[in-house]
């Protein structure tokens, strides 16, 4: 006779990997063109001046700037990359 029952199944083990979404660089930050500035699912963040977005919705700086972050139109919130820290 066996001496230990059979082993069951598991439960755990099926969970995704996390995305690491989220701002990468924050504001008064120095960046150069290509630098990723926010990972989002869709649009929590627009585009602004110097600032463009992936396919993915991936904020990426397309100039050298220090990063700003500001609210716009309809309560909407933006990133742009400026010359200098205003």
């Given at each position: ?8 199944s ?15 660089k924050f ?23 110097g600032?463009?977005?992936g ?32």
């Open positions: 006779m066996a001496t230990s029952k059979t082993g069951g598991t439960s755990n083990g099926r969970e995704s990997q996390s995305k690491r979404l989220g701002c990468k504001a008064g930050e120095v960046v150069i063109p290509g630098n990723i500035l926010f990972r989002q699912r869709g649009t929590k963040i627009h585009p602004g001046n600032v463009k977005m396919k993915d919705d991936t904020l990426f700086a397309v100039k050298s700037g220090f990063v700003k972050y500001y609210k716009g139109l309809k309560g909407r919130q933006f990133v742009s990359v400026i010359d200098q820290l205003a």
